[in-house]
């Protein structure tokens, strides 16, 4: 069975401060993929990364940052200069190579204050 | 609009009435997904389709449920007899399976509200 664990439920930072989001992972497949998703007050779910298990190279989007490690099945999120636009829930979320579904995590909230 | 969309966006009904949502995937993907979605949770896995045939249910997908996806297009979920534990979130999604990549990217929801 899969698991996610996002431990952290609700974060709060001044805006311009960094913070991490944490993801930790539980899966039985060998080749997987690892994806964040935005999840603003509107509701809509919007895609942000997807990370393939074999490919453990870090990833830099603009503020976005991604770090993967195999070893310790975890794959965190970092927002540098946070703002009042990123404050949302924030979901980790896992599937297996070609198997359809994915597992989520049950997401953290973040909140940036002004 | 190339994205996915959901219609209704909100819905309410009385307890033991039957409801149907509808998806409508990116025009492009192959795979379209059902999710249900409750406060303070994330998306909980209901079942997928690859065309039309439905590759798998979960075991939250009671038989009060269910879901079709006749021609490979859109989907509709049905839910009969709606009971007050029914009320949620109900995301649709899809991906392009040919990719590898089975991203999905989700529509805006129907809010379903039980009384």
């Known amino acids: 069975a899969q698991k996610v664990t996002q431990a952290q439920t609700e974060i709060s930072v001044v805006e311009k401060e960094d913070v991490t989001l944490d993801c930790v992972y539980e899966?039985?497949?060998?080749?997987?993929?690892l994806f964040w998703y935005k999840q603003p007050p509107s509701g809509e779910l919007v895609f942000l990364i997807r990370?393939?298990?074999?490919?453990?190279q870090n990833e830099i989007s603009g503020r976005y940052s991604w770090n993967f490690q195999k070893s310790t099945s975890s794959f965190n999120f970092t927002i540098t200069a946070s703002q009042v636009v990123d404050s949302a829930v924030y979901f980790c979320?896992?599937?297996?190579f070609g198997a359809g579904k994915s597992t989520f995590g049950d997401g953290t909230t973040l909140t940036v204050k002004p | 609009d190339t994205g996915v969309s959901q219609n209704p966006r909100h819905k309410i009904t009385k307890r033991g009435q039957n409801v149907t949502f509808r998806c409508d995937p990116i025009?492009?993907?192959?795979?379209l997904y059902w999710y249900r979605q409750t406060l303070g949770q994330g998306p909980e896995f209901l079942t997928y389709?690859?065309?039309?045939?439905?590759?798998?249910k979960s075991r939250l997908l009671s038989d009060r449920f269910s879901a079709e996806r006749p021609k490979g297009s859109f989907s509709t979920l049905e839910i009969q007899r709606t009971e007050q534990g029914d009320s949620a979130m109900y995301l649709c999604?899809?991906?392009?399976?040919?990719?590898?990549?089975?991203?999905?990217?989700f529509g805006p929801g129907t809010r379903l509200t039980v009384l």
């Open positions: 999604a899809s991906s392009e399976s040919g990719s590898g990549t089975d991203t999905q990217y």
């Open positions: 899966t039985r497949d060998t080749t997987y993929y």
């Open positions: 990370r393939n298990s074999f490919d453990e």
């Open positions: 979320a896992l599937s297996g």
């Open positions: 025009s492009e993907h192959n795979r």
């Open positions: 389709f690859q065309n039309e045939a439905q590759l798998e």
